[in-house]
């Protein structure tokens, strides 16, 4: 910084403490006295410059932590949801895969029906018969004997499950 006639000129009053340790450092520098407090007057302003931004990168980086952990808890709660999606998805398979099988024979024609015929159609699966099988899951019908109920009863708890957990499951997420 050179001194001429247009370089305005600040007067400031300051304490004789202040105006020895201006001196200090200007003998310490080998500068002269303007030389010092200019050089300290522009290190301080840029000191709090970058003090204000730090503040606002701060700030601005604290936002961005809770948006990230918020995210974090959504990701995770995604992540559980489709972990249960694919837990009922996989019983819900072998549950299809349990009612394909035979669980005893029509008791008008004596065909072989499978957990399907008697829970879904309720019809017995051949096209000559077609008789309704309804009443074997009662028990007092005729030939009811001829089916495993026991099967039929795990059959229709485990629907009963399945349908029960995506019941409270549909109850929670509202
Ligand atoms: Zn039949």
Redesign the pocket.
């Known amino acids: 910084m050179t001194a001429g006639a247009a370089t305005p000129i600040l007067y400031v009053r300051i304490t004789p403490a202040l105006r020895r340790q201006l001196e200090a450092y200007r003998v310490e520098l080998a500068q002269t006295l303007t030389a010092a407090v200019t050089e300290l007057l522009e290190r301080g302003l840029a000191s709090v410059a970058n003090g204000a931004s730090v503040q606002e990168l701060e700030a601005k980086a604290g936002g961005l932590e809770q948006e990230l952990a918020l995210t974090r808890i959504q990701l995770a709660e995604a992540n559980a949801a489709l972990r249960a999606l694919h837990g009922r998805e996989q019983e819900l398979k072998t549950l299809g895969e349990r009612a394909e099988l035979p669980v005893g024979s029509?008791?008008?024609?004596?065909?072989e029906?499978r957990g399907t015929d008697v829970l879904l159609t309720q019809r017995?699966?051949?096209p000559?018969?077609?008789?309704g099988l309804t009443s074997l899951l009662l028990g007092s019908g005729a030939g009811s004997k001829d089916l495993d109920r026991t099967e039929l009863l795990v059959l229709l708890g485990a629907l009963g499950i399945i349908v029960g957990a995506a019941y409270l499951q549909s109850k929670a997420g509202n």
């Open positions: 029509c008791p008008f024609c004596r065909k029906v017995c699966p051949n000559n018969c077609g008789r």
